[in-house]
């Protein structure tokens, strides 16, 4: 279990998971008082006459959300076993359409096989496929590597460079994968990661509305302070597998929950936004 997150027990409402809000209701169900964030009393409906516009983007909400997962994942990191920014780029490279776990499999016996970026250089893609073939799109990825250490050999001096623009020249490599480099290892914050838990959890708590990731990471990087850009990404990475999981997310047991309106919940005590979802 998920350290700081206390489950939540289904509630005397008869709501359990499974349970939705008839979206002919109006009203939120009332929430326990004994939870951080949940509001008294066991039911509330909107006062007559008063302007209660919903702002998703509302800075109390997203210093609440941002509260919330700092008491779930107070100092998660990038899954990723490396020992070195090598190391990091390589595995987020073999990473994409796999899973960390998958990764974790082939890359030590990877570099035991080729300890150095020189040792990569000096290999064709060819060699290198069959090393990776289990992480799927294993030519490409073979290419992406092999042609990223080719160029670190020969335009910086052997070392992952710890500049955006300069990581961006090297083979397989977009904003993703630079920003997992430069934050995780460098501790520099130049962007957000998006991935896929990313893009499905920001859109859910309706902190974005695109689908494009070069789009969202503009949309995280203008509502979320700027010192808390490298662990957020890994906040909702931990989440979107502990969770806020693809197809049946755990959203009973969710500390996020009274405050997400996601379209697609499983259990729900507030009104579900049928948009707020992938």
């Known amino acids: 279990m998920v350290r700081g997150l206390v489950p939540r027990q289904p509630a005397k409402t008869g709501r359990h998971e499974g349970a939705r809000i008839s ?11 004994d939870r951080p964030g949940r509001r008294p009393g066991a039911t509330q409906t909107k006062p007559k ?10 800075p109390e909400r997203v210093a609440e959300i941002l509260k919330r997962l700092d008491q779930l994942y107070p100092d998660v990191t ?39 970026v020189a040792d990569f250089a000096a290999l064709t893609p060819e060699q290198l496929e069959p090393d990776v073939r289990s992480t799927g799109f294993f030519r490409n990825k073979s290419k992406s590597v092999v042609g990223a250490a080719k160029k670190i050999v020969s335009e910086f001096g052997g070392r992952v460079p710890d500049d955006m623009d300069k990581l961006l020249t090297l083979p397989g ?26 893009t499905r959890i920001a859109r859910r708590l309706e902190v974005t509305k695109e689908t494009d990731a070069p789009k969202i990471e503009q949309d995280l990087m203008k ?13 909702l990475i931990w989440h979107g597998r502990k969770l806020c999981i693809a197809l049946r997310p755990k959203c009973v047991d969710c500390a996020l929950e009274n405050i997400c309106h996601a379209g697609d919940k499983t259990w729900s005590t507030v009104e579900v936004h049928k948009n707020a979802k992938l």
């Not at 990091?88 to 300890?115: C, G, H, M, W």
């Open 23 to 33: 979206r002919s209701s109006k009203k939120a169900v009332g929430l326990r008082s």
């Open 173 to 198: 490599v977009a904003r993703k994968t630079a920003n997992v480099v430069l934050g995780t290892w460098f501790h520099k914050a130049d962007g957000v990661v998006v991935d896929t838990h990313v």
């Open 223 to 235: 509502v979320i302070p700027h010192e808390k850009w490298i662990l957020f990404a890994h906040q």
């Open 78 to 116: 990038c899954a990723l076993t490396h020992k070195s920014a090598w190391e990091l780029l390589v595995a987020t490279i073999l990473s994409a359409q796999s899973t960390d776990v998958n990764v974790n499999r082939v890359t030590p016996e990877l570099f035991r096989k080729y300890p150095t």
């Open 49 to 58: 006459g008063q302007n209660q516009r919903y702002n998703p983007l509302a």
